[in-house]
């Protein structure tokens, strides 16, 4: 048997490597957009910046250190300069499938930070392998704008898991939506009817506002704003803003809620504060043909009728008064159980000229 040369034993010592096989090394050289890895082969690996991450023109020279130990996967083995070409991405991301492909099939709940804001929803990194959550699985309300997401650690399911497809979709709704059940059964069994409650104006609408009572809703009708008249919510609440508020009615999962407090309501004090014979002022709130309102206290109105305005005729009462007028008026009939007031200004204006008639005497 002929000897070897020398360059032969020296080949013959060094391993065989093949395509898609997974090597270990050892950093011997970094720059800012490749790293050079002793792989006990004949020729060195590279793997390029593209194949290390996939933040766009990061500095590897700050990433990854000479004498770091690494592993990494065959792309190449000779790149026409007789160089290795090795991947440490595409190697991580197989790891991160198996990952996901584990959490898939355990229904485990994950949690990675938002790596990127798509047209249709999220992308997360889990250990180097993507996730897409799309708009709709992302919150349990319909949420137009995804930015507040960004860099945000979130938790989500994958709810399906087909990566030959490039298909790993991931969904945080049914989380959100089993929590909201879970808050809202705990919430159920210790609340009732007239209990006060802190909450946060969640939304407002022309006809009322959401407030969220710790992960559930309650509506807060415009009727239930005040003792008086609110035209329109919008200029009362305010988004985020804290309230104490009542509950009014539980009905199924349904909560009405109420700012009227019992110890408020002006109707409480009625029989002494409005009772008959008193001279008051108001303030006139709307009109009819048959008479005008008088705001006399929030939720109190009393009706001056057309023929008290005067002593003198009056058609309509928007011939004499307008609506935001202050008059001044006398109490000439209280109904509490019916929440009825009437007035009378022509009391007063006889009143008047009958002093004066008195005192020309």
């Known amino acids: 048997m002929s000897e070897l040369t020398f360059e032969q034993m020296l080949e013959e010592s060094f391993k065989t490597i093949r395509n898609g096989e997974v090597v270990d090394g050892t950093v011997i050289d970094v720059k800012p957009d490749e790293i050079i890895l002793n792989i006990g082969y004949k020729a060195d690996g590279i ?28 792309l190449k083995v000779n790149d026409g300069e007789g160089q290795v070409l090795l991947t440490y991405k595409r190697l991580a991301a197989e790891k991160g ?22 047209g249709g929803g999220l992308s997360v990194v889990v250990e180097e392998a993507r996730v897409f959550i799309p708009a709709s699985l992302v919150s349990d309300t319909y949420e137009k704008d995804l930015s507040k997401y960004q860099g945000q650690e979130i938790e989500f399911v994958i709810s399906e898991f087909n990566p030959r497809r490039n298909r790993v979709i991931g969904d945080r709704r049914q989380l959100l939506v089993a929590e909201r059940a879970e808050k809202q059964k705990e919430l159920f069994a210790r609340i009732q009817t007239g209990d006060r409650m802190e909450g946060t104006v969640k939304n407002v609408t022309d006809f009322g506002a959401f407030v969220d009572l710790g992960g559930v809703d309650g509506l807060l009708h415009i009727s239930e704003m005040s003792w008086g008249r609110v035209e329109n919510p919008k200029k009362v609440f305010k988004v985020g803003e804290k309230l104490e508020v009542m509950i009014k009615e539980i009905h199924d999962t349904k909560i009405a809620l109420s700012l009227k407090f019992p110890e408020s309501n002006p109707w409480a004090n009625a029989a ?6 008193t001279v008051i002022e108001g303030r006139v709130a709307r009109m009819t043909d048959f008479g005008a309102f008088i705001e ?4 109190v109105d009393a009706l001056l009728h057309v023929s008290q305005i005067a002593r003198a005729h009056v058609d309509k009462p928007s011939d004499v008064l307008s609506v935001g007028q202050e008059i001044t008026a006398k109490i000439v009939d209280l109904n509490v159980a019916e929440k009825k007031i009437s007035l009378s200004m022509k009391v007063l204006e006889s009143s008047s000229e009958g002093s004066s008639a008195d005192d020309t005497e």
Do not use: C
Not at 49 to 72: F, H, I, K, P, Q
Not at 272 to 277: I, L, P, R
């Open 296 to 299: 006399l206290a929030p939720g």
């Open 97 to 118: 499938n198996e990952r996901l492909k584990e959490a898939f099939e355990n229904h485990e709940v994950l949690k990675a930070p938002v790596a990127q804001i798509l």
């Open 272 to 277: 002494e504060n409005f009772a008959v014979g």
């Open 47 to 74: 793997i390029t910046r593209s194949e290390y991450t996939n933040e766009t023109n990061a500095d590897l020279t700050t990433m990854v250190s000479v004498g770091d130990a690494m592993t990494a996967k065959v």
